[in-house]
């Protein structure tokens, strides 16, 4: 058995092991307490990925942009290119193929515990509300693969009918949220939570139920809260008429960021979730869910952050797991990409596809070549390996750790500091002393690294230590003489602990990152 991840004291009493992975399926994963338990009574840490563009795809993970962003658009797109004919056998293959078991395999060899599944309700749901047979079956494969791997399954309502968010990542006919605006929205996505809760009430491999992704952003989560409240109870109701013993999990609004809603406990075996992109990984970011948390009793949940550095993806991560949350990489995979664990390499000729996305004037003429190309690269097999993600993520011989990165445990655990300057917005609760690497100017937010680029010279920040002074980085796998520290060559050393490793500063010295061979 592997060796447990240690966690410091909560306010709530957790206990100081989990373990990882394999899942197990002798019985439901289930909250009490503020915590996770799986079916055995063991406690749990999710560490899981989430299967974006399968069930419900998304215009960012093919590099197109306006005009063939949603599902619906890029499905025009595929029929104006590939005709009728083309279109449905080219569908049809891909969603064979862009998940298969190689990629669970994959998933469960690289340390993860779970999946998260992004689901369409066009695929498993008729416009009369009927169940469709093509869409459960996609899951029910997905299901035997993860138990043949010893992997749980969340199912994620991603793209509900009418839409939840009125943007184009849940496929909404009009782009506006009308599953909160029409009352036949509302009861086709009552019923598909029904019939799913129905088909999978006595499947231990399905970890919950995700009820509605990120629903009601920017404008619209002032305006219907209220509706989306009574939205959840509805659903809640409906599951626990078919099955009593799956795990609910609701999401706020505004890309489930905004808690407001959570005011009291809608169910006693629930999870809470938020997600989080593009903004400082330390704790002050997150501690209104761990407000939540403690004020109702529920376990909270990351359920999707991602699309960064290494450096970033290393820091909030082990900021998550800290605080004891579990959470959700997005996504497994997506083309041409240095921020996803698997990159698809584009076909020949990709280029043409993605320009008619934006000019329904321009004819691609081998965009039939160009297509089954795709078919072809976007296997687990034949893609690029990104390794250095999931070092990154799970801690486990990380190739690159930001000075900024050190753990969030407070003085005296996680860093020992003579002096301390801060930096609006970033760890200010830690008195450690910050610095940015150059004169100014300097962005308010230097973490936007959307596509994982590299950190240009005005967004880089450094740490500066006086002799004695310390940081301790959480991590394993890691041998300290392999650990080089930029920026204070010879002024610092670097000592094994039992979290990681700590840099030690010998002489007054300004830390950039540490480098590990």
């Known amino acids: 058995m592997e060796s447990p991840i240690v966690f410091p004291a909560s306010p709530i009493a957790y206990p100081t092991e989990f373990f990882r992975r394999p899942a197990s399926f002798d ?39 306006p005009g063939a962003e949603s599902p619906r658009e890029i499905e025009a797109l595929t029929k104006r290119l590939l005709g009728e004919d083309g279109a449905s056998r080219f569908w049809d293959s891909f969603y064979a193929g862009y998940i298969t078991e190689a990629d669970i395999q994959r998933i ?15 695929l498993i749901q ?16 997905l299901i035997e693969w ?28 009009n782009n506006k949220p009308e599953l909160f605006m029409e009352e036949t929205y509302r009861a086709l996505t009552v019923r598909l939570w029904r019939d799913l809760a129905r ?63 959570f005011t009291e406990v809608w169910d006693q075996n629930s999870l809470l979730q938020f997600h989080k992109y593009w903004s400082s990984p330390d704790t002050a970011s997150i501690a209104p869910f761990l407000e939540v948390r403690d004020r109702l009793g529920l376990p909270i949940y990351m359920g999707e952050g991602g699309e960064n550095t290494l450096e970033w993806l290393y820091t909030a991560f082990r900021m998550y797991e800290s605080h004891n949350i579990g959470w959700n990489f997005w996504p497994w995979k997506k083309l041409e990409t240095a921020t996803s664990p698997v990159s698809i390499t584009a076909p020949d000729g990709w280029a043409s596809v993605v320009a008619a996305g934006s000019d329904p004037s321009l004819v691609v003429a ?82 936007e690294q959307t596509d994982g680029r590299a950190y240009a010279l005005e967004e880089q920040l450094v740490v500066n230590l006086e002799p004695g002074d310390w940081l301790e980085f959480e991590l394993t796998h890691v041998d300290p003489a392999t650990v080089r520290v930029l920026g204070a060559e010879g002024g ?15 002489a007054a010295s300004t830390i950039s990152r540490l480098e590990v061979e």
């Open 27 to 65: 019985g439901f994963v289930h909250a009490r307490d503020a915590r996770l338990f799986d079916g055995s009574g063991r406690e749990l840490l999710l560490r899981g990925v989430g299967l974006g563009n399968w069930m419900l795809p998304e215009g960012y993970m093919w590099k197109f942009g």
């Open 108 to 122: 469960a060899e690289s340390g993860f515990d779970h999946v998260r599944l992004p689901i369409n309700s066009r």
């Open 126 to 141: 008729g416009d009369d509300g009927a169940p469709l047979e093509q869409g459960y079956a996609m899951i029910d494969r």
């Open 146 to 173: 993860c138990r043949k791997h010893q992997l749980w399954v969340l199912l994620d309502l991603h793209g509900a009918p009418g839409g939840q968010t009125g943007t184009n990542i849940d496929d909404s006919p």
């Open 199 to 261: 088909t999978y009430a006595d499947e231990t491999v399905v970890l919950g139920y995700d009820l509605l992704n990120e629903p009601l952003p920017n404008e619209w989560q002032d305006v219907y809260a209220a509706e989306l409240v009574e939205l959840y109870k509805d659903i809640t109701a409906a599951i626990r008429e078919e099955d009593p013993g799956h795990l609910i999990v609701y999401e706020g609004v505004h890309w489930a960021t905004n808690w407001s809603i």
């Open 366 to 447: 081998d965009a039939a070549l160009i297509f089954d190309g795709l078919l072809c690269s976007m296997s687990v097999e034949t893609a690029r390996w990104n390794p250095d993600i999931v070092a990154a993520l799970l801690g486990e011989h990380p190739v690159v750790i930001p000075a900024w990165g050190f753990g969030v445990r407070g003085p005296g655990e996680s860093y020992s500091s003579a002096s301390s300057a801060t930096i609006d917005g970033i760890r200010a609760s830690d008195a450690v002393n910050f610095a940015w690497a150059s004169s100014g100017p300097h962005p308010a937010n230097p973490f």
């Open 492 to 506: 610092t050393r670097v000592e094994r602990t039992e979290r990681g490793i700590r840099v030690v500063a010998t």
